[in-house]
Nanobody
Framework: VHLVESGGGLVQPGGSLRLSCAASGRTFSSYAMGWFRQAPGKEREFVAAITTNGGNTNYADSVKGRFTISRDNAKNTLYLQMSSLKREDTGVYYC?????????????WGQGTQVTVSS
């Protein structure tokens, strides 16, 4: 599966952004999806995840109540709605797709989109 993120940019503290991740290739609905981010000088960290049918979601404590992950399987697209943004949310945001088969887990990454929260 090929993943392409979009929607990043510069936003003031307290502002909002919506990231999108367009998927192509194998059936999008077969993949559990997630968002990760990497701040300068730091390791990549988990942000949010969603199950194949969108029925369950999971968030990092740092973004709970501010970010919402969702997916549209008909459009092969994953979203991350970010609100009440803080300077510490700055980083490159990556889309992740995972599919599990007997004995293995295959993971795929997008190229990332930059989010900068600054006044």
């Amino acid at each position: 599966v090929h993943l392409v993120e979009s929607g990043g940019g510069l936003v003031q503290p307290g502002g909002s952004l919506r990231l999108s991740c367009a998927a192509s290739g194998r059936t999008f609905s077969s993949y559990a999806m997630g968002w990760f981010r990497q701040a300068p000088g730091k390791e990549r960290e988990f942000v949010a995840a969603i199950t194949t049918n969108g029925g369950n979601t999971n968030y990092a404590d740092s973004v709970k109540g501010r970010f919402t992950i969702s997916r549209d399987n008909a459009k092969n697209t994953l979203y991350l709605q970010m609100s009440s943004l803080k300077r510490e949310d700055t980083g490159v945001y990556y889309c992740n797709a995972q599919i599990t088969s007997p004995g293995r887990v295959d993971a795929y990454w997008g190229q990332g989109t930059q989010v900068t929260v600054s006044s």
